[in-house]
T-cell receptor, first 115, second 114 residues
Framework: AQSVAQPEDQVNVAEGNPLTVKCTYSVSGNPYLFWYVQYPNRGLQFLLKYITGDNLVKGSYGFEAEFNKSQTSFHLKKPSALVSDSALYFCAVRDPTTGFQKLVFGTGTRLLVSP | DVKVTQSSRYLVKRTGEKVFLECVQDMDHENMFWYRQDPGLGLRLIYFSYDVKMKEKGDIPEGYSVSREKKERFSLILESASTNQTSMYLC?????????????FGSGTRLTVV
């Protein structure tokens, strides 16, 4: 079965420091990978995706993610964290086993950026 | 911008009630999805629809049904609400075909069953 793992329930970082939110995946075939962010009492917002091409993907709000095929990872990164980045982050992978291309989500990682 | 609108932000229902959660999208997307979100479990797919009147079960369909009579509207129905269906429910849509667009989510409905 297709799956993603987010090994950290919570990540704490000080404002101005770099942040990393980890994600590993398991999928048959070529992975289509996504990151979404959820602010309190809101739905999920798309941040970035990897379909093919450059292993470093740039997305919204200064976030980027690095695709590593050998380690089956897709970690989310940002060079300098902001307090406003505090939110819940979800990694997702396309499930290619159906014709409808569902997304399978991880359990989420809460990011807390302290002033 | 694509909008996915969920009719209620908060709902409180009694055990045994039939509950309707409504979702409307305004960009003519073929695919629509219902997920529930629970702490520590992430998002789990309940049902999805790939076209009008077409539906497929997701990973946790038990206790739920869906209706898609019009392309823009996808309804989730709790046939007889139970306390273990207390959760955040998220609707999403995307166009058929290329995955370049990912999903667009609504703001969610937080349902409490008492």
């Amino acid at each position: 079965a297709q799956s993603v793992a987010q090994p950290e329930d919570q990540v704490n970082v000080a404002e101005g420091n770099p942040l990393t939110v980890k994600c590993t995946y398991s999928v048959s075939g070529n992975p289509y990978l996504f990151w979404y962010v959820q602010y309190p009492n809101r739905g999920l917002q798309f941040l970035l995706k990897y379909i093919t091409g450059d292993n470093l993907v740039k997305g919204s709000y200064g976030f980027e993610a690095e695709f590593n095929k050998s380690q089956t990872s897709f970690h989310l990164k940002k060079p300098s964290a902001l307090v406003s980045d505090s939110a819940l982050y979800f990694c997702a992978v396309r499930d290619p086993t159906t014709g409808f291309q569902k997304l399978v989500f991880g359990t989420g990682t809460r990011l807390l950026v302290s002033p | 911008d694509v909008k996915v609108t969920q009719s209620s932000r908060y709902l409180v229902k009694r055990t045994g009630e039939k509950v309707f959660l409504e979702c409307v999208q305004d960009m003519d997307h073929e695919n629509m999805f219902w997920y529930r979100q629970d702490p520590g479990l992430g998002l789990r797919l309940i049902y999805f629809s790939y076209d009008v009147k077409m539906k497929e079960k997701g990973d946790i369909p038990e206790g739920y049904s869906v209706s898609r009579e019009k392309k823009e509207r996808f309804s989730l129905i709790l046939e007889s609400a139970s306390t273990n269906q207390t959760s955040m429910y998220l609707c999403a849509s995307r166009p058929q075909g290329s995955f370049n667009y990912g999903y667009t989510f609504g703001s969610g409905t937080r349902l409490t069953v008492v």
